[in-house]
């Protein structure tokens, strides 16, 4: 990304936090997997936002009105043996030529020079409780800095979370955002049509997987956006089925929940089909119910609507279906009101989406449903979880609150 749309991030950042304040964002470390193994490394999406810089043990600092720099990176030092084994580190000079940092210093000194920045500063702005042994950290930094005060030196006394800020500017995406964000989706989608493409009974879900992280890697994606769900049948009834293990027989319903992520944005994308291609008319009956509730779903989620909108005019359509089906009794009004439709469909219609897959921002604001705007991004995505005829959820899509509607 544009080393000046990083920088009128973080300048932005700064505005808001005022001066005599200081931010500090940890990207991180790397977890092991098993033995000497270790996970892949992502980096926290608060500090990705704000630097783009892609290593572990790294923590980005701002530090308004600081004359020798504002913008302050951590990092490793460069180490050609490590390198060797484990790959190519920035260093000190990369954080500065390549990633635009006033300063940068070497993590390993982060004790002897991290408290002097936050000496005559009166906030901290920080994520507590999203990196533990970093917070560990930081409060004995500040109490380092208040053991100075007989030379005159003032430390922090409050801390702010950060997200106060930065998810506000987080929630609304700006062109270059939704560019990487198209690339996610477009990516997803040919997975869920090379899926639907090829499957067939007697295939394994773990097969399916295959197919769809096979499309996404292929066309650029280097990680999913979150565990890649292939459920067949009463499996689909768990949520977050992940084990996607199970053989997928004839006559049942399959329901795919996947998304690539493409450079640490996220797309989501869920689809329910006929494992044999063919619904059956109970299947086709409840199916059409869901993608007309998605329809409407799609035509609330728009500039000037609320956010809640959507969710209600889904609910309705799909309560009212229900009542035609015999599956509950009573008038649309009090069972929407009563919530006894929630064993059928328990979760919310959408989700902000972003760089986390469940992302960040406020859905009310001072007690009311926020209003929709410009470059806002939710998933569209209802459902109904009916045992005897599997399960239907919603060909939930990526919908873009923009002034003309975004259709992949």
Sequence with gaps: MNTEILARRRRGVMQLMGEDCVAIIPSGAESLRNGDVQFNFRPDSNFYYLSHFPEPDAVLVLIPGREQGEYVLF????????????????????????????DAYP?????????????????????????????????????????????????????????????????????????????????????????????????????????????MHQGGCRAQAYPTIVAGGSRALVLHYTENQATLEDGELLLIDAGAEVDCYAADITRTFPVNGQFSVEQKVVYDIVLAAHQVAVEHTCIGKLWNDAHEAAVRVLVT???????????????????????????????????DVHDVGDYKVEGAWRPLESGMVSTVEPGLYLLRVAILRSVGTISQFVLKMMYW
Excluded at 76 to 95: F, N, Q
Excluded at 331 to 348: P, Q
Aim: glycine letters at 8%.
């Design 107 to 215: 993590i390993d000194d982060i004790d002897e020079i991290l408290p002097g920045l936050l000496e005559n500063r009166t906030k901290v702005y920080y994520s507590m409780g999203r990196h533990h042994d970093f917070d560990s950290r930081l409060i004995q930094w500040v109490n380092q800095v208040k053991t100075r005060a007989r030379s005159g030196v003032t430390a922090p006394t409050e801390f702010v979370d950060l997200g106060i800020i930065l998810y506000e500017l987080r929630l609304v995406k700006r062109a270059e955002e939704l560019r990487i964000m198209r690339r996610a989706a477009k990516l997803s989608i040919a997975a869920h049509q090379r899926a639907m493409r090829v499957c067939r009974p007697g295939m394994k879900e773990y097969q399916l997987q295959a197919e769809l992280e096979y499309v």
């Design 75 to 102: 990092c490793r030092e460069k180490d050609l043996d490590k390198e060797t084994w484990y790959g190519y580190r920035e260093g000190l000079e990369g954080a500065v030529d390549r990633y635009s940092a006033d």
């Design 321 to 355: 279906g229900m009542v035609d089906l015999g599956l509950l009794k009573g008038e649309v009004d009090g069972l929407i009101e009563s919530g006894s439709y929630k064993r059928f469909y328990m979760h919310r219609t959408g989700h902000w989406l972003g760089m």
